[in-house]
C-alpha cells in the first residue's frame, strides 16, 4: 500500500523558515516527478511545487518563488520543502503528492497519490 506521509508543519511567525518532508512508503518514487500543493481554508487547492525525477528540473507556482526550495532524496523516499520569508498568506494545510511518470505537472490531476496533510499557520 502506498503512503505518503508529510511532516514538519507549524506555526510560526512571518519571516521564519519551515522544512517540510514528505516519505513515501509502500513503492519506490525515485523515478516519479513529486509535488506539493496546498490548500487555505475557503480556497481551492493550489499547485506549490513540483520537482523531476531529478533534483534538475523544478517548478514552483510564482506566489513562492525564490522562497520555497523543492528538492528530493531518492535514496530516502523523500521529498522536502524548504519554505523561507514565510508570509501569513502562505497559511495553509500542504500536501504531498506523487505521480506515476517522470514529467513534472502543477495541476491537481496530475498527480496520482496524496498524502493526508500538514498545516503550517503563520502568525503576522
Known amino acids: 500500500q502506498v503512503q505518503l506521509v508529510e511532516s514538519g508543519g507549524g506555526l510560526v511567525q512571518a519571516g521564519d523558515s519551515l522544512r517540510l518532508s514528505c516519505a513515501a512508503s509502500?513503492?519506490?518514487?525515485?523515478?516519479?516527478?513529486m509535488g506539493w500543493f496546498r490548500q487555505a481554508p475557503g480556497k481551492e487547492r493550489e499547485f506549490v511545487a513540483a520537482v523531476g525525477w531529478l533534483n534538475a528540473i523544478t517548478m514552483y507556482a510564482d506566489s513562492v518563488k525564490g522562497r520555497f526550495t523543492i528538492s528530493r532524496d531518492n535514496a530516502k523516499n523523500t521529498v522536502y520543502l524548504q519554505m523561507n520569508s514565510l508570509k501569513p498568506e502562505d497559511t495553509a494545510v500542504y500536501y504531498c503528492?506523487?505521480?506515476?511518470?517522470?514529467?513534472?505537472?502543477?495541476?491537481?490531476?496530475?498527480?496520482?497519490?496524496w498524502g493526508q496533510g500538514t498545516q503550517v499557520t503563520v502568525s503576522s
Open positions: 509502500g513503492r519506490t518514487f525515485s523515478s516519479n516527478a
Open positions: 503528492a506523487a505521480r506515476l511518470i517522470r514529467t513534472v505537472g502543477r495541476r491537481s490531476d496530475d498527480y496520482d497519490y
